[in-house]
């Protein structure tokens, strides 16, 4: 609930007298607000535009307006605007009607007392809403941001969870000659060359990872067409402490570095012999 000015509410009451009654019932709950008062059609969305209350506390049968339809009007104006239906009474039937309709709380005018107590639950509620819907949004931001680099990374990237496959990007595919299908849910082990090398590899990735919180060994995967890649696969845990909630992973191909060094150290063989 807004602190650092007062609130702005909104009643849509023909009777002065039960606007009084609430507003006096609200003010001796603590609350500090301004206010302002409509019963007609026309009233209502100018003070909406104009107004722009925090709060809608609409009487639910008046002469030339009623509750459900300022509801509807409110909710056209603005989705999210807190509203609650202040009635002199209320059957089941008009009760769960209000609700499906969107109103956040009913209250009948019998029980004056409640209303503060239900202003106070629904501006929390619409609060913490608004706050879990920007957090949802900031992490969507950020797994598109990171979907992003993933799918465009020019080195493999993926995630495996107690060395099970459970995401690769298009590079790793593209690297092994496997299709996305072919490698999801399936052990690692399936990309090395032997199961010693996938053995000795966890082995001494993990050691790594334990003693600095990464790993990086170079190592050897073997393709879906049999081709071999000398590699240095880097890893890290999403969780330092807790493993099994995953390790992400990099390829970086250093076969053609590899073959070159070879190739380097053959020919200074052979100079050296000649």
């Not at 002199?88 to 107590?117: C, Q, T, W």
């Amino acid at each position: 609930m807004p602190s650092k000015r007062l609130l702005k509410i909104l009643f849509v009451e023909d009777l002065p007298s039960d606007a009084e009654l609430a507003i006096l019932e609200l003010r001796k709950a603590g609350l500090r607000f301004e206010e302002m008062v409509v019963d007609t059609r026309d009233e209502f969305i100018k003070a909406l535009r104009e107004f722009s209350p925090d709060i809608v506390i609409s009487d639910y049968m008046m002469p030339s307006y009623n509750g459900l339809k300022a509801l509807v009007d409110a909710r056209e104006f603005d989705p999210e605007i807190p509203f609650i239906l202040y009635t002199g009474s209320m059957n089941e039937e008009i009760a769960v009607e209000s609700l499906k309709a969107g109103a956040d709380d009913y209250i009948i005018k019998d029980h004056p007392a409640r209303l503060p107590f239900a202003v106070n639950e629904v501006l929390e509620m619409k609060l913490k809403e608004k706050e879990k819907r920007a957090g949802e949004l900031l992490l969507k931001e950020s797994e598109e941001k990171l979907q992003s680099i993933f799918s465009a990374a020019p080195v493999g990237i993926g995630l495996t969870v107690n060395r099970v496959l459970m995401e690769v990007n298009d590079t790793f595919c593209i690297l092994t000659g496997y299709a996305w299908k072919e490698l999801i849910g399936k052990s690692s082990e399936m990309v090395y060359v032997t199961n010693e090398e996938y053995e000795s590899t966890g082995i001494e990735k993990y050691r790594q990872i334990a003693e600095t919180g990464t790993g990086s060994v170079e190592t050897r995967f073997k393709c879906k067409d049999g081709t071999i890649l000398n590699v240095i696969l880097s890893s890290a845990p999403l969780d330092k402490h807790d493993l099994l909630k995953g390790v992400t992973f990099t390829v970086l191909d250093i076969t053609e570095r590899s073959r070159t060094q070879d190739h380097n150290q053959y020919c200074a063989i052979l100079t050296f012999e000649t």
